[in-house]
């Protein structure tokens, strides 16, 4: 049989979605994905920066922030139930959000995210 060049009537066309950036207001500091600039959390939201980590805890982050399934694992600090984040813009993992923390000295984690250094950059009036 010869091959025919146009698709089967059946075969539908898949065309990808434009993803949009979401934006902070210009009157606040940001932290930003440092792979495509794409605006995270503002400095508002920052509740620790720990001295010797590699990341900082933030309230959950309002805009491109996209979060995976819970998992368990075992941290510095405990088990806990946390879920990778991503930046919805170019899809690169910047941390984990805190689903559940088992011990009850970590229950102030729960509903927390960590973006990690390596992904954040600051962005909007920092000196």
Not at 20 to 37: D, E, G, M, V
Not at 48 to 55: I, L, Q, V
Not at 62 to 80: M, S
Not at 82 to 105: M, P, Q, R
């Amino acid at each position: 049989p010869e091959l025919s060049e146009e698709p089967p009537a059946e075969m539908v066309k898949m065309t990808k979605s434009k993803t949009f950036q979401a934006y902070l207001p210009n009157c606040h500091r940001t932290y930003s994905c440092i792979h495509c600039r794409a605006h995270l959390a503002n400095h508002d939201e920052l509740i620790s920066k720990a001295s010797g980590f590699n990341f900082f805890l933030f309230s959950p982050p309002r805009v491109n922030v996209g979060c995976g399934p819970a998992e368990e694992r075992v941290l510095l600090t405990g088990l806990h139930a946390v879920a990778d984040i991503y930046c919805e813009n170019c899809k690169t993992t910047l941390g984990w959000k805190y689903e559940h923390a088992f011990e009850s000295s970590q229950k102030y984690k729960e509903g927390k995210f960590i973006i990690e250094l390596a992904h954040m950059i600051k962005d909007n009036g920092w000196e």
